[in-house]
């Protein structure tokens, strides 16, 4: 059996997704909540000033997590809840929100995975740069400490931040996500060098302050490629999309590599030296920080083969495939290769951190919320997955994305990924067909994919 025992079966939240009170107990505010104020940034003008409302309502999604059976549960802490000014003094309403929500986990046999960082930046330091400045490592730091010793007394696994593709990339660069800046390439790069400066110290300092047992991870994402046959020429095609990817002189796309090589291998992919500030050679000792497990978000795959004069050529996805309601075209044969491909370079352990699809769901004439397309994603996705431990990859969980219906970043509240439909008129809650699906799954260790 691909699933062997103990392996983790889980769901996972970002905070500024599902929180709200975006107001209340002390918060400070982030770049998201001044990127919602922008102009045509975000779709319908929506923000996370209410978001699921799961700050007041976090005792019944744990108890929906446990209907599900869900053994583990992955959310992140906001940084400016804790530091509302991202340094300085500790705001301790914040402090007892997530006690309490990680107390209630472990009373339910739910094992909390705490992920520091999921883009919600303070905006007091975005002031002063953010990312840019060469003292946000620091920053870092010492938030990572704080949050280490106020809560690794229960909680054992810790994620530095999840996809600085995105938030780097797309926050610096493109300026389709917070803080919305379109930079040139240097400073993003620059951006980049820092932030994976402070994931580094990040870990020491989990470790360093760690009341308890503590496993750290480090969580990436991007395009996975898929070989177009099974020869070794286009199996290195597929492995280039993954670590050594073609970049154009202007472009801001990222990809599992340009994380995990200097962080796990220590060393910048060399199409990124050329931009990275000064002197960067003396931070790689702080970036290259041993890691107990590594965390991949998997979503997009594209087939491509051999090229003589690149690294590798996209081919056409076959006409009429199938794509979930975020465009992204349906390819379960992704998460076999992204896990076989990065379980072997890596030699680490690998959880999938997130993944999932959005879907239109509604809730149906007999009163369930049918999202057969979703139940399907999940078996053919898991099914993969199966094979390629099978064939040797070590994975050790799942964490599909996402616990509820939420703030879908720059979609807003147009895309649905949970597992649990979220009536935003209300903020209530209902099972929709694809947890108790996933309920079967757990219940089963995977069998009845078989």
Avoid at 159 to 177: A, K, L, P, R
Avoid at 339 to 361: C, H, K
């Amino acid at each position: 059996m691909a699933f062997k025992k103990g392996f983790v079966w889980g769901t996972a939240t970002a905070s500024y997704q599902i929180e709200g009170a975006v107001k209340e107990g002390g918060r400070g505010e982030s770049v998201w909540d001044e990127f919602c104020r922008m102009k045509d940034k975000v779709a319908d003008g929506d923000n996370g000033d209410f978001a699921c409302d799961s700050y007041h309502r976090y005792s019944q999604d744990v108890q929906l997590m446990k209907q599900i059976g869900i053994k583990a549960y992955r959310f992140s802490i906001s940084w400016s809840r804790i530091l509302p000014d991202g340094t300085g003094e500790i705001n301790m309403e914040g402090v007892n929100y997530y006690n309490n929500l990680i107390n209630e986990l472990i009373e339910n046999d739910i094992e909390p995975y705490v992920t520091l960082f999921h883009w919600d930046y303070p905006m007091e330091l975005q002031y002063k740069g953010g990312w840019l400045n060469s003292e946000s490592p620091l920053w870092f730091e010492n938030y990572a400490a704080i949050c280490s010793r106020l809560f690794s007394d229960r909680v054992k696994y810790w994620v530095t931040s999840n996809e600085s593709q995105c938030y780097i990339g797309f926050g610096y660069g493109t300026g389709w996500h917070a803080p919305g800046f379109e930079l040139p390439k240097n400073q993003v790069v620059r951006a980049w060098h820092h932030n994976l400066k402070g994931l580094g110290l990040a870990a020491k300092a989990i470790r360093e302050n760690a009341k308890g047992e503590v496993k750290v991870g480090l969580v990436s994402c991007g395009e996975v490629g898929i070989p177009a046959s099974d020869s070794e020429a286009d199996l290195q095609a597929a492995r280039n999309v993954l670590f050594d990817r073609e970049r154009s002189e202007d472009s801001m796309d990222f990809g599992f590599g340009d994380l995990f090589e200097p962080a796990i291998k220590g060393k910048y992919p060399e199409s990124l030296i050329p931009y990275l500030p000064e002197g960067w050679q003396e931070d790689m000792k702080d970036i290259c920080v041993p890691l107990d497990y590594i965390g991949i978000n998997v979503y997009i795959g594209a087939i491509v083969e051999a090229s003589d004069d690149k690294k590798y050529r996209h081919l056409k996805l076959p006409v009429g495939i199938g794509k979930t309601s975020m465009e992204w075209s349906f390819k379960p044969e992704t998460l076999y290769w992204a896990t076989r491909f990065i379980s072997e370079r890596y030699n680490l352990p690998v959880y999938i951190t997130e993944n999932g699809m959005a879907n239109n769901d509604w809730i149906s004439t007999d009163g369930k919320i049918n999202d057969t397309q979703r139940e399907d994603y999940m078996n053919q996705y898991l099914s993969a997955l199966s094979k390629a431990i099978d064939d040797g990859a070590d994975v050790r969980g799942y964490f599909y994305w996402s616990l509820l219906d939420n703030f879908e970043w720059s979609y807003g509240y147009a895309k649905r990924f949970g597992l649990v439909y979220v009536d935003y008129s209300d903020y209530s809650r209902k099972l929709k067909q694809s947890a108790f699906r996933y309920k079967k799954i757990i219940e089963t260790n995977g069998e009845i994919l078989v």
